[in-house]
């Protein structure tokens, strides 16, 4: 199915964080940011921007709202870390550079930009630490990683048993700092109606904007209303509240009137998250014939000094590979930045960057085929947590991927191709990403009409749920897909658990098929008890919904002209969606696999993407369509990590020097020539009535190992540290 909200968005017509429009005219705000990583404010002049043409507020720590204190670096709970207080402007400390230090508003962004260059600062500088490599950086073991997950896990003796392995591969990897660089800026307006709060922003999940806008402001969540009906992509950037959102609160309060405020492209660098930066060591034991004996990986990332995030990088080797000897491990540096944050496949992104080139290593060493390889170390249960898959079709992935890909033609011999000035190398890598169910709800109305309306909080980040919402009610409820409409992303809705970690679909999905179920129910029991029903004294039990309509046993009616009879001012219900005794029982995961060719100058080393094939099991699809794109979306993501995308950190100053997109490098159409995406039919029960699984991340995990692998085919030169750049190939092809 097309997305039911593309023609809004290709005309125009679909409104941004940004772009609302409300009553009264909004001001507008420009955040200035420190210039300093760690340290704190001396002086700061602000009287030449108040005279500034067009100020309205100067807003600092010595003026700005009383807020609570941050707290502590990890909150006792997870969800904590979503809902928890986030002050801005509340003192003359500064944690991180280009933390805000002031607010300008003006009547327009232009004149608010022009007076916040006329603010004068004088800092007391402080040491900090912003080297994740230094020799005396601070390492110690977090309590937890991200979402909760165990920081260590050991099983067998993994020691003993690396130690004796006829084969052993100890290889240790870096990935960077990365950043999200979602296509719409992070942007708020806020509006203030006596003690009630609107929001208008750009946001994966309303409610945590509102229970952290709630906390920060000491306001009752319940007078906070957040409105996010499209989002210009998020990647985990938009989870939690950000410093525009507050500072637009803030400055809406105090001048009573409606406020503005959107995060510069650079401003987003430093105060929208990133990817830690990460070294991780994987050690591989096996025996001759390639079975694995022993498996260790062990990550070291970097994390804020006032707030903690751990990457769980190592946590999909847990599940992926069999081996009796297992240790995986999780230790952060503690750096003087802004948190790291969720991006894209947290976890798998850059844990199998490690893992699958690792794995890909030991093929070598063995003589192997990649894919036999890994087909040999197929697990029968999880390794780690004894369970049964609910499904996993990882080697049929494999296998047909192989057989589209044309891998039988992979050049045995790393550098051996040649066309031209080109070298031809083809990669391989296992993709594995967890599959959750987020709780939440949902309510489905049908009028008298015939039309359906789907109501819930959840957002639409340009994964296309405004459309497979309405697919799953248009099916649950017999009638045609523009019966439905669908109402996103308003906290007055029912809550869901918004879009993330791969479970919005699944989710929202989940609580509408509940929705549907419970008004089938409700329109079934009133068509066969009602005194104006024709189908009055039949077996509610035998309804079946097709071609909008109903039968009762042997007798029909439309809806349209039932619900006109029986329930003129329509009919409602609510379902929801609960992780059930499944995710105990069984370990729930999406699988794929990734195939790259790729070309590198033998004159440059200059590496570039020729063709990739993405293949996977998702449980059932959706929307093939969305899907594919989806996926697609998430390999480019990979190709990005493996050859592009680092940004880099001043090791003296703290901040990142390359903050924009002229000198982040991201993939753009010339660098993604011929990509494929491809389906293993599949339905798992055991997560969801629907049979489906996540699949936003999925096509993130493995695919830049699969581009890497490829680049040390063609040209026998293996790089582990990520982005593969031609000055990291170059000195091995000349060698060579």
């Avoid at 009573?256 to 987003?268: D, G, H, I, S, Y």
Wanted: glycine share 10%; aromatic share 6%; with cysteine.
């Amino acid at each position: 199915m097309d997305r039911i909200d593309g023609i809004l968005k290709v005309t125009g017509r679909a409104t941004y964080g940004y772009e609302h429009r409300i009553g009264r005219a909004p001001a507008h705000g420009c955040i200035l940011g420190a210039s300093i990583a760690r340290g704190r404010i001396l002086e700061i002049d602000v009287r030449e921007a108040e005279r500034a043409p067009g100020v309205i507020l100067v807003m600092t720590h010595r003026n700005a709202p009383d807020q609570p204190e941050f707290g502590a670096a990890v909150t006792a709970t997870v969800p904590e870390v979503f809902t928890r207080a986030r002050p801005v402007l509340a003192s003359e400390r500064v944690r991180y550079h280009d933390e805000p230090v002031a607010l300008v508003v003006a009547e327009s962004f232009e004149e608010a930009r022009h007076a916040a260059r006329l603010i004068r600062l004088r800092y007391e500088t402080e040491p900090g630490a912003f080297d994740p490599v230094a020799p005396d950086a601070e390492i110690y073991r977090p309590g937890r990683t991200n979402a909760g997950f165990p920081t260590d896990s050991e099983h067998g003796d993994f020691e003993g048993a690396f130690s004796v392995a006829p084969v052993q591969i100890d290889a240790s990897y870096r990935t960077p700092f990365e950043s999200h660089n979602p296509m719409e800026p992070h942007a708020a307006i806020a509006e203030w109606e006596g003690d009630r709060l609107t929001v208008h922003t750009a946001t994966q999940t309303v409610a945590n904007i509102q229970a952290g806008l709630a906390s920060t402001l000491r306001v009752p969540p319940e007078n906070i209303r957040i409105v996010s009906p499209f989002i210009g992509g998020g990647f985990g950037a938009k989870l939690i509240l950000h410093p525009e959102t507050i500072c637009a609160a803030l400055a809406a309060r105090v001048l009573n009137r409606p406020v503005k405020v959107a995060l510069t492209r650079q401003q987003m660098f430093a105060n929208a998250g990133h990817r830690p930066a990460m070294r991780q060591r994987v050690r591989l034991g096996a025996d001759r014939d390639g079975r694995l004996t022993a498996i260790g990986h062990e990550v070291l990332a970097s994390t804020a000094r006032f707030e903690e995030f751990a990457e769980q990088s190592a946590v999909p080797t847990r599940a992926l590979y069999a081996a009796p000897n297992r240790r995986t491990t999780h230790r952060l540096i503690r750096l003087d930045t802004n948190r790291g944050e969720w991006m894209r496949a947290p976890g798998e992104a850059s844990g199998l960057l490690a893992l699958e080139c690792a794995i890909d290593e030991l093929a070598e060493r063995l003589g192997l085929d990649p894919i036999a390889l890994r087909i040999r170390n197929e697990p029968e249960r999880d390794p780690e947590l004894g369970v049964p898959f609910s499904s996993r079709n990882l080697v049929a992935c494999m296998r047909v991927g192989a057989e589209r890909f044309g891998w039988r033609d992979r050049p045995l011999r790393p550098g051996s191709r040649r066309e031209g000035r080109w070298l031809i190398g083809y990669g391989m890598a296992a993709a594995i990403r967890g599959n959750y169910l987020g709780p939440g709800s949902a309510r489905v109305a049908i009028d008298a009409a015939g039309q359906v309306t789907v109501q819930a909080d959840m957002t639409d980040i340009g994964t296309g749920t405004y459309t497979i919402l309405a697919q799953v009610a248009a099916e649950r409820l017999g009638v045609p897909l523009d019966a439905i409409r669908v109402m996103l992303g308003d906290s007055r809705l029912p809550r869901t658990a918004g879009s993330g970690g791969s479970w919005g679909a699944t989710s929202s999905a989940t609580a509408v098929h509940n929705a549907c179920l419970a008004l089938r129910q409700r329109i079934a029991t009133a068509a066969a008890s009602h005194a104006a029903s024709p189908l009055r004294g039949s077996n509610a039990i035998e309804a079946h919904f097709a071609d909008g309509a109903l039968r009762l046993g042997a007798r029909s009616e439309s809806l349209e002209r039932l619900l006109a009879r029986i329930a003129p001012e329509g009919l409602a219900a609510e379902g929801s969606a609960v992780r059930g005794e499944t995710y105990r029982t069984y370990s729930q995961h999406a699988f794929g696999a990734h195939f790259a060719e790729v070309a590198v100058d033998i004159d440059s080393g200059e590496a570039r993407l020729r063709r990739m094939l993405g293949v996977f099991a998702a449980g059932r699809i959706l929307n093939p369509k969305t899907a594919r794109s989806q996926l697609i979306g998430g390999m480019v993501w990979g190709v990005g990590a493996a050859l592009m995308e680092e940004t880099v950190l001043d090791r003296r100053h703290g901040h990142f020097v390359n903050h924009d997109l002229a000198e982040y490098h991201v993939p753009v159409h010339a660098d993604i020539p011929d990509v494929d995406v491809m389906f293993v039919p599949e339905e798992d029960d055991k997560g969801n009535p629907l049979g489906a699984k996540g699949i936003g991340e999925l096509g993130n995990c493995g695919a830049g190992a699969a581009v890497a692998n490829a680049v040390y085919n063609a040209t026998g030169v293996r790089v582990r540290d990520f982005p593969i750049t031609l000055d990291k190939i170059f000195p091995g092809l000349a060698a060579g």
